[in-house]
């Protein structure tokens, strides 16, 4: 069984920086790209940043392009988000999914997600 | 980037009874491998987001077979044949086509 927890979240003021935690079990994580997506409240789903199974390859949405770096550790079956010079806007629920599948930046189907952590920015 | 949106934004529905959500895109999904970058998630209350639908038209794995999507380049349908009370929830298409891969609005279903 897939299973994905994050970690790492919480109350954090603006300029400060937090770094999320996914931890993935149940599949071979390293064939696999995985993606961050986040949640404002009340809000509808906002991609955050996809990162390849090997992560050469990385992308990221424009609202947080120089700010957030996505990263994994394939021996540690985790996946990261580090979140720089936060803002009030970025104060959303985040979640990890996993991509079932992934091809020269083109994906299809986000088909396994954690139960998300809050991240809230304010002073 | 690529605007998708859906119609309705909000739909009462009857167990039992049909639905059908719409999502457009700004430029076509089709690629040129003749699959459409187009899914369907949903969004129970207090849950996260789940796969419904990949490449527009294919179930993923446990769904159940009263969920279909169909459409093609810019225009998608998902349909839901008989409505049943946990099929609550806000419904989102997502492009997966190019960069910033974009949602939907999202439609809420409710009884």
């Known amino acids: 069984e897939v299973q994905l927890l994050e970690s790492g979240g919480g109350l954090v003021q603006p300029g400060g920086s937090l770094r999320l935690s996914c931890a993935a079990s149940?599949?071979?994580?390293?064939?696999?790209?995985m993606t961050w997506v986040r949640q404002a409240p009340g809000k509808g789903l906002e991609w955050v940043s996809t990162?390849?199974?090997?992560?050469?390859?990385?992308y990221y949405a424009d609202s947080v392009k120089g700010r957030f770096t996505i990263s994994r550790d394939n021996s540690k079956n985790t996946l990261y988000l580090q979140m720089n010079s936060l803002r009030a806007e970025d104060t959303a629920v985040y979640y990890c999914?996993?991509?079932?599948?992934?091809?020269?930046?083109?994906?299809?189907?986000?088909?396994?997600w954690g139960q998300g952590t809050l991240v809230t920015v304010s002073s | 980037d690529i605007v998708m949106t859906q119609s309705p934004l909000s739909l009462p529905v009857t167990p039992g009874e049909p639905a059908s959500i719409s999502c457009r895109s700004s430029q076509s999904l089709l690629n040129s491998n003749g699959n459409n970058y187009l899914d369907w998630y949903l969004q129970k209350p207090g849950q996260s987001p789940q796969l419904l639908i990949y490449w527009g038209s294919n179930r993923a794995s446990g769904v159940p077979d009263r969920f279909s999507g169909s459409g093609s380049g810019t225009n998608f349908t998902l349909k839901i044949s008989r409505m049943e009370a946990e099929d609550v929830g806000v419904y989102y298409c997502?492009?997966?086509?190019?960069?910033?891969?974009?949602f939907g609005q999202g439609t809420k279903l409710d009884i």
């Open positions: 997502m492009q997966g086509l190019q960069t910033p891969y974009t």
């Open positions: 149940g599949f071979n994580f390293n064939i696999h790209a």
């Open positions: 999914a996993k991509v079932r599948g992934y091809s020269y930046g083109q994906v299809w189907g986000f088909d396994s």
């Open positions: 990162t390849s199974g090997n992560a050469f390859d990385t």
